[in-house]
Each structure stands twice: as structure tokens, then as C-alpha cells.
């Protein structure tokens, strides 16, 4: 049994984007990445200085926007717009949820396309569904994507099935995995509360990427022998005794599922870090895109 590591992965995505960061500083750019949270919702806070943190470490250029709670949807119009002229901005990230008297949705489509690193505007949608390497896709199932060709899985004519249908992760790693090429070119199924005999249904695939946000959902009975499972989930589950109080698990419980499996990824250290390293790939081909379109 293989254990997938992300952290050894997303390492050598990092590295891929400080040679190519070494590449554009030759030409004098460097890209930037703005992040906006509005409200001071404790993991969003988390996730936002996590990512503020990885853009300064690999010297990029960094904009960490805090608003608070009290903004209306006009104001963050207002300074996605000015982020949508910012030259020195190349992707823009508002941080998922905001509160509830924000439409999310507007402020998504307000996102110039071009700088959507996060892969979420219509028009990088529909980029994914036309197999168009221009467009961005989102980072978490691009990095399923790079785990499983980086472990060396075959996904060309595998049976995969991907549990969970949202737009983040489960509708976006269906695309991929059957759009034509290295990490595609598989027969996907997508599953989601509504579906019939989940385990009948998931013993058929060859590959499992688990999107559902239950902890240790997918158990032996979902998993054939020999199958590759791709876990998504991270959930916090009480810990008496630990120092947090709580812990973060998986999707897939992993002590039965994976002594089945062919490769399987651990939670944590397996999609996490894999996450935050393509939101940093998605920037800099955000920045080279942006210098390809001012040379034309
Ligand atoms: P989500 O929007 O809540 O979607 C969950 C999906 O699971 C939905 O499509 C839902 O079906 C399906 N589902 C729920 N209960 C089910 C059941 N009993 N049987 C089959 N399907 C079921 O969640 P998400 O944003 O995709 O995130 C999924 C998990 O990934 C969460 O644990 C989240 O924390 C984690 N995540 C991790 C990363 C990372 O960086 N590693 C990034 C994003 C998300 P319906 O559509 O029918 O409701």
C-alpha cells in the first residue's frame, strides 16, 4: 500500500514556482495575490494568514485585505473593482463563506476572469468544461489531479467515482478527470446524498476521491481490494485530552480503508498542502498570462 504524501508533492510545486518566479523576476515582474476577507470568522482568519504567509515565503507579492463584518455588498464591489486595476494584483481571492448579507455569487462574477485564481467565475467554469488551458481551475481538485500523475495512478480508462457534487471540489474534479489527457481520459461517476446504494456503487471504482465533508464517511464496505482513494475531507472531531481539544480527520476512515487500498492519501498532510501550493501555481500562471496579453 502506497501512502500519497501531499506535503512531499506540493514541495515540489513550490519549487516549480520559485524557478518560475526566478523566471518572471528576470523580466522584472512579480506576481501578486490579494486575498479579502470580510468578518472575523476564526478559520477563515486561519486559512487567509496561511495563505498571506506561503505568498511572502516564496516572495511574492502579498495583500491581505481585512474587512469587517459591517461591509456591504457595494463596498466589496468597490474593492474588487480596485483589485481588478491593481497592475501589481494578478489573482484575487474573496475567502469563502462571507456573511450572510454578502451575495457571494455577485462578488465571484465580479472577479475580473483573468485573476479568478480560485477558478470560480463562470467564465473559468465553463473553460474547464472546454478542456481550455487558459481558464483556472479550482486549486483543491487540481491538486487531487497532480497527486494522483505524481504517484504515478493510470486514470486513463479507470473507473473513478467522486463522492460530493459541489462546486469547489466534487463538480470541477469530475471535469477533470474526464477531460482528454495525462490525469484524465477516466469513466467518471459523481455521487451525492441522493444517490442509491453508495457502496455498491463506489466498490466499482478503481479510483475514489471522497468530497463530502462527513468524518470517516467512506468505510471498508464503500472500497474495492486494490482501489486508489483520494481523500478530500477535513473535519474537526473532538480530542478529550489533546492540547486543541479537537482533531482534524478525513472522509475515508482511514485505519480500515487503507490496508485495501492500492495508494491511498492520509488526512492531514495529504490534499491540504496541496491546496494552497496550486492557489501559489494558479497566481504565477495568472501573472504569465497577464505578461503574455501586454506583449500582444
Ligand atoms: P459541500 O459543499 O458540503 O459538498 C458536500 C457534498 O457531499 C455534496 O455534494 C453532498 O451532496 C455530498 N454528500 C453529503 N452527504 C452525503 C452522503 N450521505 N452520501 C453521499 N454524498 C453526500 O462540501 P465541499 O466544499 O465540497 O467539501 C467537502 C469536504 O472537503 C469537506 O470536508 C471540506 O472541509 C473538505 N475540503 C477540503 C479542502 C482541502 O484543501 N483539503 C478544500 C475544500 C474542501 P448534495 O449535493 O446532495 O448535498
Redesign the pocket.
Known amino acids: 500500500m502506497q501512502i500519497i504524501s501531499g506535503t512531499v508533492v506540493a514541495e515540489k510545486v513550490l519549487e516549480e514556482c520559485r524557478r518560475d518566479i526566478a523566471a518572471l523576476a528576470a523580466l522584472g515582474k512579480k506576481p501578486g495575490l490579494a486575498v479579502v476577507l470580510v468578518g472575523d470568522d476564526p478559520a477563515s482568519r486561519a486559512y487567509v494568514r496561511s495563505k498571506d504567509k506561503k505568498c511572502r515565503d516564496l516572495g511574492l507579492h502579498s495583500v491581505k485585505l481585512e474587512l469587517p463584518v459591517t461591509t456591504t455588498q457595494a463596498e466589496l464591489l468597490a474593492h474588487v473593482e480596485a483589485l481588478n486595476q491593481d497592475p501589481t494584483i494578478h489573482g484575487i481571492l474573496v475567502q469563502s463563506p462571507p456573511p450572510p448579507h454578502i451575495d457571494e455569487a455577485a462578488i465571484v462574477r465580479a472577479i475580473d476572469p483573468a485573476k479568478d485564481v480560485d477558478g470560480f467565475h463562470p467564465v473559468n467554469v465553463a473553460k474547464l468544461a472546454l478542456e481550455d488551458p487558459t481558464g483556472f481551475v479550482p486549486c ?1 481538485p487540481l491538486g487531487c489531479q497532480r497527486l494522483l500523475i505524481e504517484a504515478g495512478i493510470e486514470t486513463k480508462g479507470a473507473n473513478a467515482v467522486v ?4 462546486m ?3 463538480k470541477p474534479m469530475a471535469l477533470l478527470l474526464m477531460a482528454k489527457g495525462p490525469g484524465g481520459d477516466a469513466t467518471v461517476t459523481v ?5 442509491r446504494d ?1 457502496p455498491a456503487i463506489t466498490r466499482q471504482a478503481d479510483i475514489i476521491i471522497a ?4 468524518p470517516h ?1 467512506i468505510t471498508a464496505e464503500h472500497v474495492k481490494e486494490g482501489a486508489v482513494v483520494i481523500d ?4 474537526r472531531v473532538e480530542a478529550p485530552g489533546t492540547e486543541k481539544g479537537y482533531k482534524l480527520v478525513g ?1 475515508v476512515a482511514y485505519d480500515e480503508v487503507a490496508p485495501k487500498c492500492r495508494a491511498i492519501t492520509p488526512v492531514p498532510g495529504g ?2 498542502p496541496m ?1 494552497i501550493a496550486m492557489l501559489m501555481a494558479n497566481t504565477i500562471k495568472a501573472c504569465q498570462q497577464a505578461r503574455s496579453e501586454e506583449r500582444r
Open positions: 483543491t463522492v460530493g457534487r459541489s469547489i471540489v466534487g455521487a451525492h446524498s441522493r444517490t453508495l468530497a463530502i465533508g462527513r464517511f478530500v475531507g477535513i473535519n472522509d490534499v491540504g491546496t
